[in-house]
């Protein structure tokens, strides 16, 4: 590896994480275009699989590593991560610019499923290193747990991918065990890794301000705990009898009634406290609690049988609720984490362009969001392409004007 690749800064690497998210949102509005533009040249479901694919490990996964690692050493933006990080940062970025670039050229096939297979292991191999690092470091237990459920569900996503190359190889692929096969990784990745290590993250912020909220606990326990069983609400069509289905519904009552709990806590602490944050940033977080309360308000609604079936059946419910997490709650959030830790240069030019973002974000939820109630009345919404691509456009716009101010 050359002097550069050992020698960049986590400052550097929060860079990087920055212009693969701008790579994220580029497909991004290139695919709404398809469907205005014909363009021989784009594969669209290639492009799908790309953007996806990229958007978990290119730049949710790698980012959320490197703040963990951040937390987790102690380490400022001008300095450097131990060696091992490094050889797994570079190994991930390289597996995810494979992803990228082989479902561009081929979909699923020989190339991108050995780069699929290959960002499995690095994750597991940063499981095991920070897993090792934290109790060598004294992390903060109150932290730690959270970090440690974190991996554990990405460490646990992957049964659903190599469930799924197993029933494609052995030829017993039907819809319904590739779709349950499909949500088991995304559960685990939306509901576990990213939200458990979002939530460490916010401890860790709160620890920095003498904000102890005793609520956290109670969080952690009732998260803990219904996490796992909640996948069920993804694979309704399953025979789980009344029994189970009924512990299914108090669980995400259970989730929905926790999470509120915690915000009005969190609300008191920060009325008792005033926690320091700049004010924007600040604003930003409580949209992003206000994003989560919606995502398991949402999930909720999911135990209903009829509106489970609607939700699953209809693509832009679930790109929808997608978008929801990844932009509104993980992605916003990091970029929050970012600025904070002055991982991100914090000024006026950079947050004047995370606002536009956030209000791309907000516009494409909008239009989703409207997109489904409108069929749920047998209608359309009009100019739906052009909306999305609106939202899309803005996102781009913003992304580019961080990457333009971020030094």
Not at 98 to 121: A, D, E, H, K, V
Not at 228 to 241: A, E, I, N, R, T
Not at 363 to 391: C, D, K, V, W
């Amino acid at each position: 590896m050359t002097g550069y690749g050992w020698t960049t800064t986590v400052k550097q690497w929060a860079g990087i994480g920055l212009f693969n998210l701008g790579l994220v949102a580029s497909m991004g509005i290139l695919m709404r275009l398809k469907f205005i533009i014909p363009m021989s040249f784009i594969n669209l479901k290639y492009m799908q699989h790309a953007h996806s694919h990229f958007a978990f490990a290119g730049w949710v996964t790698q980012t959320l590593m490197l703040c963990l690692v951040v937390v987790t050493f102690r380490l400022q933006k001008v300095g450097r991560l131990p060696r091992h990080y490094v050889c797994i940062f570079w190994a991930n970025l390289i597996c995810s610019l494979g992803m990228l670039f082989s479902f561009l050229y081929q979909g699923y096939g020989g190339i991108s499923i050995t780069f699929s297979s290959l960002s499995i292991l690095v994750s597991f191999w940063f499981v095991v290193a920070l897993w090792r690092d934290m109790e060598k470091q004294q992390l903060d237990q109150k932290i730690a747990r959270w970090f440690r459920l974190a991996m554990i569900f990405l460490a646990l996503s992957a049964i659903g991918t190599f469930y799924l190359a197993y029933i494609m190889s052995t030829h017993q692929a039907n819809v319904q065990n590739q779709l349950a096969s499909v949500y088991f990784y995304l559960h685990f990745q939306y509901n576990g890794w990213f939200f458990f290590a979002i939530l460490g993250l916010a401890c860790h912020v709160l620890k920095q301000y003498g904000v102890i909220l005793p609520s956290t606990d109670l969080l952690y326990k009732v998260l803990s705990i219904v996490t796992v069983p909640l996948y069920l609400l993804s694979v309704l069509w399953w025979d789980m009898g009344d029994i189970v289905y009924i512990l299914l519904v108090l669980a995400a009552i259970g989730q929905c009634c926790v999470w509120g709990y915690w915000m009005i806590s969190l609300y008191k602490g920060n009325r008792k406290s005033s926690i320091p944050i700049h004010g924007r940033i600040k604003v930003i977080l409580w949209l992003v609690c206000w994003a989560i309360l919606l995502k398991v308000l949402l999930q909720s609604l999911s135990v209903i049988p009829s509106l489970s079936h609607f939700v699953y059946g209809f693509r832009p419910v679930i790109v929808g609720y997608l978008h929801l997490v990844l932009l509104l709650i993980v992605s916003i959030f990091i970029l929050s984490f970012l600025y904070k830790e002055s991982l991100i240069e914090y000024n006026r030019y950079a947050m004047f362009s995370f606002n536009i973002f956030i209000l791309g974000a907000v516009m494409n939820e909008i239009f989703l969001a409207l997109q489904a109630l409108l069929a749920l009345g047998g209608t359309s919404l009009p100019y739906a392409h052009f909306l999305l691509l609106a939202a899309s456009i803005v996102i781009g716009i913003g992304l580019t004007g961080m990457m333009a101010h971020r030094s």
